[in-house]
Every structure is written in structure tokens, then in C-alpha cells.
């Protein structure tokens, strides 16, 4: 399996986007305390046209500029059963909504599992997409992401701006 890597510049600061010709398998922070792999020494970049990679590129356009509320991409991320469990379940939470570790549980089918399903968010390499932004501590308060918690802030607030009167594309 070829890996293309590419850069994408965010409000955010540079995202580092990794797809294969098939699946999207990683959209990260170039510039993150907790992805020590985000670093630009040890990737080689594609300077040519890359279908997915352009895609990408493009729904992410549409999501900063508030007209993306939902993502069209084939997805990949290796983990165990109960990972790709709760990254499918941040799937379900809708733009512009939070829940928290707790609930994510729940929905997961297990409320005692509220540690490893925050670790399991954490270890996320799908960024904004995969929106794990929107998880929240119990009490309201923004704890943990990998992006650093100004980020999840920033996403947050972007989010609930765009929330109400905005079409979905898809």
C-alpha cells in the first residue's frame, strides 16, 4: 500500500493528511505537543495531483469556511475492536453538538469504559473529521485533545457559529 502525504493550511495551523489511493488514514497537527510523528523530517510529500488527498483538501476548504457540516471520505485507521467502536461512534455526534466521555460510553455499551474510551479518543489520527473535538468532560469543561485544547476550543466555537441555517454537503 503507497502512502501519499500533504499539507493542508488551516486556521489552525498546517494539517499533515496521509491517504492511500483507496482510504483517508490520517489528518494531524503538524504542530502538536501530543503527535510527536507530525513532524515534517520524517514524511515525504506528494507534489503531484492525488485524487483522495485533493478531496480531502477540498472538504476541509468547505468545513473552514462553514459550508461543510458533514465529510464524504473513505476512512482507515488501524486499532483494535473496541478503537474502531468508539471511532465510529464519534461519527454519530452531530456538527456543532458535544457530549461526554461518559455518554460516548454509554452509546458505546459500556459506561465503565469512560478511561479507555478517553485514551481511545485520544489516540485519534483522523483530526476533525473523525471529530473528536467534540467530546467533553462530564461537568462541561474542555479537557484532552491531541491538537492541543486551544484547538478543540477553536473547533468548537467554529462549529456552533455554522451550526443552525447551513446546508449540509455531502
Known amino acids: 500500500m503507497s502512502i501519499q502525504t500533504g499539507l493542508f493550511e488551516s486556521p489552525l495551523g498546517e494539517l499533515i493528511i496521509k491517504v492511500s489511493d483507496n482510504f483517508l488514514h490520517s489528518v494531524l497537527f503538524m504542530k502538536s505537543q501530543k503527535h510527536p510523528l507530525a513532524e515534517k523530517t520524517e514524511l515525504v510529500f506528494t507534489n503531484h495531483p492525488h485524487l483522495l488527498?485533493?478531496?480531502?483538501?477540498?472538504?476541509?476548504?468547505?468545513?473552514?469556511?462553514?459550508k461543510r457540516l458533514?465529510?464524504?471520505?473513505?476512512?482507515?485507521?488501524?486499532?483494535?475492536?473496541?478503537?474502531?467502536?468508539?471511532?465510529?461512534?464519534?461519527?454519530?455526534?452531530?456538527y456543532g453538538?458535544?457530549?461526554?466521555?461518559?455518554?460516548?460510553?454509554?452509546?458505546?455499551?459500556?459506561?465503565?469504559?469512560?478511561?479507555?474510551?478517553?485514551?481511545?479518543n485520544g489516540s485519534n489520527k483522523i483530526s476533525?473529521?473523525?471529530?473528536?473535538?467534540?467530546?467533553?468532560?462530564?461537568?462541561?469543561?474542555?479537557?484532552?485533545?491531541?491538537?492541543?485544547?486551544?484547538?478543540?476550543?477553536w473547533l468548537l466555537d467554529h462549529e456552533s457559529k455554522y451550526a443552525n441555517g447551513v446546508q449540509t454537503l455531502f
Open 97 to 120: 453538538r458535544t457530549i461526554s466521555y461518559l455518554e460516548l460510553s454509554k452509546r458505546i455499551g459500556n459506561s465503565k469504559a469512560t478511561r479507555a474510551v478517553g485514551t481511545t
Open 70 to 94: 458533514q465529510f464524504n471520505l473513505p476512512l482507515q485507521q488501524e486499532g483494535t475492536a473496541f478503537q474502531q467502536k468508539v471511532w465510529s461512534a464519534l461519527l454519530s455526534i452531530p
Open 53 to 66: 488527498l485533493d478531496e480531502c483538501k477540498s472538504q476541509l476548504d468547505e468545513y473552514f469556511s462553514g
Open 128 to 153: 476533525i473529521i473523525v471529530p473528536c473535538h467534540r467530546v467533553i468532560g462530564s461537568n462541561g469543561e474542555l479537557t484532552g485533545y491531541g491538537g492541543d485544547l486551544w484547538r478543540k476550543k
